[in-house]
């Protein structure tokens, strides 16, 4: 090394070489700080520091929580000459403590600076933040709690710290203090440089989220009672995408790309439950979450059968097995391989009628325990326990950025329909357009869905054009199209969809309405004695 070294003078004139060796990462373990909200095994690991000859230095709760346990600590104010101070506020920032934390210690200038003033350095610092997003989650959070506890000093420290990590080990994790203290054993009380950046990374992330926590919290929060404020912008200034990864994948879409799901909590598909079964693909995911969100539109026991991320069965009946029954017979060879979700509690019966297809993937608010020792058998098929999620928003990644968008939980008013046609439709007509509607909205644009009340009849799904789609769904119909119903997530632009929908024997369709064409569209289903009813609304999916 250094002999390559010498050459690069060589050649380079005025070059100088600095020779860097492991030795200048790894500093002695002399002084830690300890200031901790949350004290998971703080005694025992304070306690074995002590036992290397570590000296303590500590705040607050955490140093009466320390000497309870008979160790010998310092206290902040002892080493800054200053009392803490405004209730806890401040305790940590003085010079005295970040001195002796940010000076590099081969820089013989910062080290005079702190012989000058007195500054003994600190090699550790033990610091996790507020619980400010514990006591967010509480609904009954007043603001000026929230206010509270929003850390200042522990911040500054860790930042500190994790600036300084070749020269101070930072901790901000319960969970890394067993590998520090086995380390600390092995090297005669030192870090290796790669500890000492893995705990700098750790540290930058955690008061990144931290950040990240409040600023999301308060947002749209009025400061003088805590309430949501009106008019807030749904869609922010800033896309905070900080969400942990939960789990890697075994591949993507395809073998050949990497995948990882990212769950921001335990509710939806993303935190479900998972039960049983193999291992759940990104492929899995995409196609559960399409058949979660289908279900969730339903008040009624209802089944939702996707595959591809589009339904090739729904139905919602008076009990969860006929609803299987009937979403299973609009498509029964599609349903093959494919993915189910319910909105109740899987039942015996529904389970041991599912448990006779082929399926990848069950997602439920829970399972009966029959259902469970019957579904079990199946030792691949995956069983997920999912809980419903609240509004957020829709991201996808495009080339060189994002895009987000509220979520289309907009629901079909009575009041809001308008019927374009001579004939209305029956009131078996309209119960069959509702349920249509419903379903159509979570099919991939152009799509058009045959239906008679409470069950799906053909699926026509992510067509060029709104006829190709209803001639699709058509041809995917087993049972009679005769007296169905057709709904359509967008205006037809020309009559020749209804032409063909009303060849396959529709009666009545649903439809926003809007085409520059509306009038021949409408006179094409008088003349049909087609009932065409206008919501005013469009659902494409894309």
């Known amino acids: 090394m250094h002999a390559i070294g010498q050459q690069l003078e060589k050649n380079f004139p005025g070059l100088k070489v600095i020779y860097v060796t492991s030795e200048d990462f790894m500093p002695k373990i002399r002084r830690a700080l300890l200031s901790v909200t949350d004290k998971t095994g703080i005694v025992d690991f304070a306690r074995r520091l002590g036992r290397k000859g570590v000296e303590l230095v500590s705040t607050g709760g955490t140093a009466r929580l320390l000497r309870e346990a008979k160790l010998t600590v310092r206290d902040v104010s002892e080493v800054t000459g200053f009392p803490e101070m405004l209730g806890g506020r401040v305790k940590t920032l003085h010079p005295h403590i970040a001195g002796g934390i940010l000076a590099v210690r081969s820089d013989a200038g910062h080290m005079k600076a702190l012989e000058q003033h007195g500054i003994v350095p600190i090699d550790m610092v033990v610091v996790n933040l507020y619980a400010f997003e514990e006591t967010a989650a509480r609904p009954d959070a007043a603001f000026d709690e929230l206010i509270e506890n929003i850390d200042i000093g522990g911040p500054a420290l860790i930042r500190a710290a994790a600036k300084n990590f070749r020269d101070v080990a930072v901790v901000t994790n319960p969970r890394d203090y067993s590998r520090i203290l086995s380390e600390l054993s092995k090297r005669d009380g030192e870090l290796s440089p790669e500890t000492l950046w893995y705990l700098a990374q750790q540290a930058f992330a955690v008061t990144a989220s931290y950040d990240r926590t409040i600023s999301r919290t308060l947002t749209g929060l009025s400061p003088l009672d805590g309430a949501r404020e009106e008019n807030v912008e749904a869609l922010p200034a800033l896309l905070d ?15 050949h790309q990497s995948a990882a799901l990212y769950a921001t909590g335990e509710t939806g598909v993303g935190g479900a439950r998972q039960l049983q079964g193999k291992e759940l693909s ?3 995911l995409v196609d559960i979450d399409a ?20 339904p090739c069965g729904c139905a919602e009946q008076p009990t969860l097995a006929e609803a299987y029954r009937k979403a299973l017979e609009c498509d029964p060879v599609s349903a093959f391989g ?10 015996p019966e529904t389970a041991t009628a599912m448990a006779e297809l082929f399926i990848e993937a069950i997602a439920a608010p829970d399972f009966s325990r029959e259902a469970l020792k019957t579904l079990t058998k199946k030792r691949n098929l995956r069983l997920l326990q999912v809980s419903e999620t609240a509004p957020s928003l829709v991201i996808k990644s495009i080339s060189g950025g994002f895009l987000a968008q509220t979520e289309d939980r907009v629901t079909l008013r009575p009041d809001q329909l308008e019927v374009a046609t001579k004939r209305k439709p029956s009131a078996e007509e309209m119960a069959a357009l509702e349920f249509a509607w419903k379903v159509v909205k979570h099919v991939k644009s152009n799509a058009i869905v045959y239906a008679v009340a409470g069950q799906t009849v053909g699926v026509g799904a992510g067509q060029m054009s709104r006829v190709d789609a209803a001639r699709l769904g058509a041809s995917k119909a087993v049972l009679p199209l005769t007296r169905t119903v057709v709904a359509s997530d967008a205006f ?45 609304i469009r659902h494409f999916r894309h």
């Open 282 to 284: 990104y492929n899995n």
């Open 241 to 255: 995408l900080s969400v942990p990864r939960s789990v890697a994948l075994r591949y993507g879409e395809n073998p």
């Open 492 to 536: 037809f632009p020309f009559p020749d969809g209804v032409e063909e929908i009303a060849r396959q024997g529709a009666t009545a369709v649903i439809q926003p309405g809007g085409s520059v064409r509306d009038k021949d569209v409408i006179a094409v289903a008088d003349r049909l004695k087609l009932a065409m009813v206008f919501t005013g």
């Open 338 to 347: 494919s993915i189910i979700a319910i909105n109740r509690v899987l039942d």
């Open 291 to 310: 058949a979660w969100q289908l279900v969730q539109e339903f008040n009624e026991p209802a089944v939702a059968i996707v595959k591809h991320t589009n």
